[in-house]
Structures are given as structure tokens and as C-alpha cells.
């Protein structure tokens, strides 16, 4: 882990991909210490991605930044846990979608509450305003797509 005073001469990049570790960390941390399904990061973006929608796993596939072989291994995965189950697309023969199971409607909430924990602390230590500048600024267009 980064020491407070590394962080200083870290460039907007650096600091971001540091932060953004660290956060994920503590939240893959939390999640795993009170529960025996074992989630992993990318897993978690799959399903934050899917959760109260039934897209088709090629709309996934477009959407999530991760290889889409990777993204058929972590559907895979999540199925094999009973966290999500794929589905025929009516319409589309060769089409299927995905959604979370109840189970992984709950793990996801579970988690969600979780990361709200997380946030909480950072607050505390950093100030309410601070937190709601930073998210302000992270959902900006930065215009360098």
C-alpha cells in the first residue's frame, strides 16, 4: 500500500488507479469477510452492469470493459454460483440474456450496502462536501474519449 506521503508526488493517473485499488480492496475485503461466495472484482462489474435489467450477453460484451472471452468464463462462474442464470432471447434464436438470480439480487445489495459503509467512512474522515465534489467531478464529461 502507498504511504500518504507517496501519494504526493503521484500524477492525476497514478492517484486515481492508486485510490481506485485501495478502495476495491477493502470492498472485495468486506464482502469476502462476511461471505462464503467468493466474488471477484470483475464478477462484481458483471453484475453491477446487469442488476434490475436482462440485457443479452452480447450487449454485455460491448459494454464491459473485458475481453469477451473473459466475460463468457465470469457469466460462467456467476452461474455456477446461482448468482445469475441466462436465458433464450424469445425473438432471437441464437441471442441469450442474463440476469441476476435472487440470490444475486441479494448479494448484490448485500454489497451495495457494503460499499455505502465504505463511503461513510471516507466522509467521515474527508468531509461529506468533499466526497460529493469528488463524485461530482468523476461523472463530468472529460472530454477525452
Not at 469477451?68 to 454460483?81: C, D, G, S, V, Y
Request: glycine residues 2%; charged residues 30%.
Amino acid at each position: 500500500m502507498t504511504s500518504n506521503a507517496e501519494l504526493q508526488n503521484l500524477d492525476l493517473i497514478d492517484l486515481l488507479s492508486e485510490r481506485h485499488s485501495l478502495v476495491r480492496s477493502i470492498s472485495e475485503k468486506a464482502w469476502n469477510d462476511q461471505s462464503e461466495i467468493y466474488i471477484s472484482n470483475s464478477e462484481w462489474y458483471i453484475m453491477t452492469r446487469i442488476y434490475k435489467k436482462r440485457p443479452t450477453i452480447s450487449y454485455v460484451t460491448k459494454n464491459v470493459d473485458i475481453s469477451r472471452q473473459a466475460i463468457h468464463k465470469f457469466i460462467k462462474n456467476l452461474t455456477t454460483k446461482g448468482l445469475v442464470k441466462v436465458q433464450d432471447v424469445e425473438s432471437n434464436k441464437k441471442e441469450k440474456c442474463i440476469q441476476l438470480t435472487p440470490l444475486g439480487e441479494e448479494c448484490y445489495e448485500k454489497n451495495a450496502a457494503l460499499k455505502a459503509q465504505l463511503e461513510k467512512k471516507i466522509a467521515e474522515k474527508i468531509g461529506e462536501q468533499q466526497v460529493t465534489v469528488l463524485k461530482d467531478i468523476l461523472k463530468l464529461d472529460w472530454g477525452i474519449q
